[in-house]
T-cell receptor, first 117, second 115 residues
Framework: EAGVAQSPRYKIIEKRQSVAFWCNPISGHATLYWYQQILGQGPKLLIQFQNNGVVDDSQLPKDRFSAERLKGVDSTLKIQPAKLEDSAVYLC???????????????FGPGTRLTVL | AQTVTQSQPEMSVQEAETVTLSCTYDTSESDYYLFWYKQPPSRQMILVIRQEAYKQQNATENRFSVNFQKAAKSFSLKISDSQLGDAAMYFCAYISNFGNEKLTFGTGTRLTIIP
């Protein structure tokens, strides 16, 4: 079974530029998550999709971050414009179903390391 | 809000020896799940072990086992017969089984294996 795929693996941009990350979840997984992991910290949830609907985006900085999940499969996360503090690893994860949430293990992709100069 | 605390930023162990990583959490819920994830330098978070709070029996997965103390809100990970491939960051994580809760991670413990 193929795992969660993410691209690119690395990205370096100047501040105020825009950037986009792509995620392809495990086939058949209904729920998709985007996390931000700042160096030295644990991942923090940015947004959660159930199929193609947003379940939780309470910690997404909506003035600069946006995300979509087309047709309930692939997802893109965009930052525009980027700030220095956005430098982090962006992890995508997926799980088979949502309810009950806790019984479902999340499987993670390899992440994208973003450096903002 | 739930919090997860890992008080050991770094740990080291001799190859083939046993090491225990600590994790405590704070919650008012009674039904929840706890996880240990491993993150090697490749950055991919890999599930190591999962524990359901309603189960009294401690989870085990080959060389990995947990000591789950629900009353003390403690969830430690024991790695037996440590191998070089075990070197990684280890994250403890919590999620409530009620409602639409988030997976909450600790700050991680960096484990070094000494040959």
């Amino acid at each position: 079974e193929a795992g969660v795929a993410q691209s690119p693996r690395y990205k370096i941009i100047e501040k105020r530029q825009s950037v986009a990350f792509w995620c392809n979840p495990i086939s058949g997984h209904a729920t998709l998550y985007w996390y931000q992991q700042i160096l030295g910290q644990g991942p923090k949830l940015l947004i959660q999709f159930q199929n193609n609907g947003v379940v939780d985006d309470s910690q997404l900085p909506k003035d600069r971050f946006s995300a979509e999940r087309l047709k309930g499969v692939d997802s893109t996360l965009k930052i525009q414009p980027a700030k220095l503090e956005d430098s982090a690893v962006y992890l995508c994860a997926s799980s088979l179903r949502q309810a009950p949430l806790g019984t479902d293990t999340q499987y993670f992709g390899p992440g994208t390391r973003l450096t903002v100069l | 809000a739930q919090t997860v605390t890992q008080s050991q930023p770094e740990m080291s162990v001799q190859e083939a020896e046993t090491v225990t990583l600590s994790c405590t959490y704070d919650t008012s819920e009674s039904d929840y799940y706890l996880f240990w994830y491993k993150q090697p330098p490749s950055r991919q978070m890999i599930l190591v072990i999962r524990q359901e709070a309603y189960k009294q029996q401690n989870a085990t997965e080959n060389r990995f086992s947990v000591n789950f103390q629900k009353a003390a809100k403690s969830f430690s990970l024991k790695i037996s017969d440590s191998q070089l491939g075990d070197a990684a960051m280890y994250f403890c994580a919590y999620i409530s089984n009620f409602g639409n809760e988030k997976l909450t991670f600790g700050t991680g413990t960096r484990l070094t294996i000494i040959p």
